[in-house]
């Protein structure tokens, strides 16, 4: 075959491999492009990943919340003022009607002010009552709070001083604060001194709130300034030689008065009733005020006055022993009437 047939008809061949290899040529170029972008899309990637695998493992860098801390205390939280040796089955009534205890040494009292009028000093004595407490003096509970001297407090003082009891004195508090405490003790401290060879029991700071419209005490609840008033008070009564004691009711003790800072005086208890049911110590127990008594006209406070051995007594097992009768009746909050 000439030689240009031939190469004519090799040209007109070629065409169609041509093409195959422009296709192949197009599929290995995207394919070279698919896996430039997957290269790229997971070198662009790794910082990231990298990042949150980092914040995964890497240690806290904020400080962790303590916990909470108590608050400061301001003021010394003291013990709480001695546990009550005595029960509710370690009394007993006497021949004359009056609370003694079974255990260890006690005798029987009154106290007294210008509601019982004229008092037969020999006949309360011959009554088999051993010590008296008289009030010397009182301030008024209206606005004003005016000091009175009780009209029968010298004449009580000497009737029972030359019938032979024990007198101790009191006066009734309507103080509002320290000063007036302070103003109290001196007024007292003055009608006293005349009268200082025959007190031989304490001088009692007989504070107490008066629930009566227009009092000054109504609705009292500030136990801070009534404590430091008691305060102020039993220690210008020891500055001044005598004794102090701190009275009050089982209302006033839980709410108005923290014994635990008064502690260190004798505590002469309002409780009515024929059972010892107070957890506390006291060393005068008030247990009616609605007493008879020869020699005296009018219902009187009974009291029992504790001696305490070195050793507490044992309390009475239930079921022995025990008052004759219980009284359904027992101080309640304002139990007290108003002293004037």
Not at 124 to 131: L, N, P, Q
Not at 274 to 298: C, E, L
Request: aromatic letters at 10%; a negative charge.
């Amino acid at each position: 075959m000439p030689s240009g047939m031939k190469t004519i008809q090799q040209n007109s061949l070629d065409p169609q491999p041509k093409r195959k290899m422009r296709l192949e040529a197009v599929l290995g170029l995207v394919l070279l492009l698919s896996i430039g972008i997957l290269i790229v899309t997971v070198v662009l990637s790794l910082p990231a990943f990298t990042q949150v695998s980092a914040q995964e493992t890497a240690a806290p860098t904020t400080t962790p919340t303590t916990a909470p801390t108590e608050p400061e205390i301001t003021e010394p939280t003291l013990p709480p003022p001695e546990e009550n040796p005595y029960g509710r089955n370690d009394f007993q009534y006497d021949q004359n009607n009056h609370l003694y205890t079974l255990h260890g040494e006690s005798m029987a009292g009154i106290d007294v002010s210008k509601h019982q009028g004229e008092i037969d000093w020999q006949m309360v004595a011959d009554s088999g009552i051993e010590f008296a407490m008289i009030r010397v003096a009182y301030r008024g509970y209206g606005e004003a709070g005016t000091l009175v001297e009780d009209p029968y407090a010298r004449a009580n003082l000497q009737g029972a001083a030359d019938a032979g009891l024990d007198v101790g004195v009191y006066l009734f508090s309507q103080a509002l604060s320290p000063e007036e405490a302070l103003e109290e003790a001196e007024f007292l401290l003055a009608i006293l001194e005349e009268y200082r060879e025959i007190i031989t029991l304490p001088v009692v700071f007989d504070w107490e709130r008066v629930n009566r419209e227009g009092s000054r005490t109504e609705g009292y609840e500030d136990m801070r300034t009534l404590t430091d008033s008691t305060l102020a008070f039993c220690r210008r009564i020891e500055e001044a030689g005598f004794e102090p004691m701190v009275y009050f009711n089982t209302f006033h003790a839980r709410n108005l008065l923290n014994l635990a800072e008064v502690k260190q005086y004798d505590f002469w208890l309002a409780l009515y009733s024929d059972r010892m049911r107070y957890p506390y110590k006291v060393d005068v127990w008030q247990y009616t005020d609605s007493g008879n008594v020869p020699g005296i006209d009018a219902p009187v406070d009974l009291n029992v006055w504790m001696f305490y051995p070195e050793s507490a007594p044992e309390t009475t097992p239930e079921g022995t022993t025990e008052s004759t009768t219980e009284s359904t009746t027992e101080s309640t909050a304002e139990s007290m009437p108003a002293e004037e």
